[in-house]
């Protein structure tokens, strides 16, 4: 599976931005899908995930309620609207395509994105 992620951009604090992944190769939708993101001098941490029929959604709690990860299993795409953005959203966003375990570790995926920054100024 090849995924790529796009959409990151700088957007100032209270705004709104839509991330997108397209998957390809290996049917893109037989998988669950995951965003992450990671800061500067940080580990790259879960931020949602997706079944694969898009019926059950997984937040970390500083996102819940201000950002929405939804799938098109017809254009093999995950989005992550992310809305009411704050400085500490700043990172690099990466999709992944979930394997095994846990939605929230790394190591439950095994294909990743090349990845899309998201800056959020103050």
């Known amino acids: 599976v090849q995924l790529q992620a796009s959409g990151g951009g700088l957007v100032q604090a209270g705004g709104s931005l839509r991330l997108s992944c397209a998957a390809s190769?290996?049917?893109?939708?037989?998988?669950?899908m995951g965003w992450f993101r990671q800061a500067p001098g940080e580990e790259r941490e879960f931020v949602a995930a997706?079944?694969?029929?898009?019926?059950?959604?997984y937040y970390v709690d500083s996102v819940k309620g201000r950002f929405t990860i939804s799938r098109d299993n017809a254009k093999n795409t995950v989005y992550l609207q992310m809305n009411s953005l704050k400085p500490e959203d700043t990172a690099v966003y990466y999709c992944?395509?979930?394997?095994?375990?846990?939605?929230?570790?790394?190591?439950?995926?095994?294909?990743w994105g090349q990845g899309t920054l998201v800056t959020v100024s103050s």
């Open positions: 992944a395509a979930h394997s095994r375990g846990s939605y929230y570790y790394t190591v439950s995926y095994d294909y």
């Open positions: 997706i079944s694969w029929s898009g019926g059950s959604t």
């Open positions: 190769g290996r049917t893109g939708s037989s998988y669950a």
